[in-house]
């Protein structure tokens, strides 16, 4: 069964940084992409960004890119995003996310963890 367990989220003043983190189990991810979705209050979940497993290709919003690093540490079946500059309309809901095929922005991904809270304060 696959598991995802995201971890890292909290409360930062604008113009900070967090990294999140998700622990994947139960399978093996090779063929996988790994996902970051977010989710604010009153909004749709909305794609953040995306990475393949094993070719370590990324795909960014927008509204993230420059800002936001995805990555992944394959031998601990790891994925982070590293989230600087953060802004207030950064808050939300971040959720981890795995799929068997890329993961683009229309994407529905396969497994989705329970999320963690970010919070920027200004």
């Known amino acids: 069964q696959v598991q995802l367990v995201e971890s890292g989220g909290g409360l930062v003043q604008t113009g900070g940084s967090l990294r999140l983190s998700c622990a994947a189990s139960?399978?093996?991810?090779?063929?996988?992409?790994m996902a970051w979705f977010r989710q604010a209050p009153g909004k749709e979940r909305e794609f953040v960004t995306s990475i393949n497993w094993s070719a370590g290709s990324t795909l960014y919003a927008d509204s993230v890119k420059g800002r936001f690093t995805i990555s992944r540490d394959y031998p601990k079946n790891t994925v982070y995003l590293q989230m600087n500059s953060l802004k207030a309309e950064d808050t939300a809901v971040y959720y981890c996310?795995?799929?068997?095929?890329?993961?683009?922005?229309?994407?529905?991904?396969?497994?989705w963890g329970q999320g963690t809270q970010v919070t920027v304060s200004s």
């Open positions: 139960g399978r093996t991810f090779s063929n996988y992409a």
């Open positions: 996310a795995a799929h068997r095929y890329p993961i683009v922005v229309t994407t529905s991904p396969d497994y």
